[in-house]
Nanobody, 124 residues
Framework: QVQLVESGGGLVQAGGSLRLSCAAS????????MGWFRQAPGKEREFVAA????????YYADSVKGRFTISRDNAKNTGNLQMNSLKPEDPAVYYC?????????????????WGQGTQVTVSS
């Protein structure tokens, strides 16, 4: 199995940027597709972005398309989520997740491994 640890969350002004990282340990990271999800207080967890094991395919929620970029570096066992033009509706706990196989998924239930989450706060 793989263990995931997120970092990079914090407080940023609206319009600003943050870069989240997800460090993986355990089994070979390149065997897993990866996704980012977020959950705001009182709301259900929602899909943000996903990337295939090779990085060739990426998917985004409409709400973040054009502002967020997902990437990965399999040599360093890390995944990243670059978040630009942050909006007041973006604050949440952001989680990285991994699933066996090459294909990413937009469904959280299809991911078997999760990090502990990192808080993102946006001030207006």
């Amino acid at each position: 199995q793989v263990q995931l640890v997120e970092s990079g969350g914090g407080l940023v002004q609206a319009g600003g940027s943050l870069r989240l990282s997800c460090a993986a340990s355990g089994r070979t990271f390149s065997r897993y597709a990866m996704g980012w999800f977020r959950q705001a207080p009182g709301k259900e967890r929602e899909f943000v972005a996903a990337i295939s094991w090779s990085g060739a395919r990426t998917y985004y929620a409409d709400s973040v398309k054009g502002r967020f970029t997902i990437s990965r570096d399999n040599a360093k066992n890390t995944g990243n989520l670059q978040m630009n033009s942050l909006k007041p509706e973006d604050p949440a706990v952001y989680y990285c997740a991994a699933r066996d196989g090459s294909s990413p998924s937009l469904i959280g239930g299809e991911y078997g491994y999760w990090g502990q989450g990192t808080q993102v706060t946006v001030s207006s």
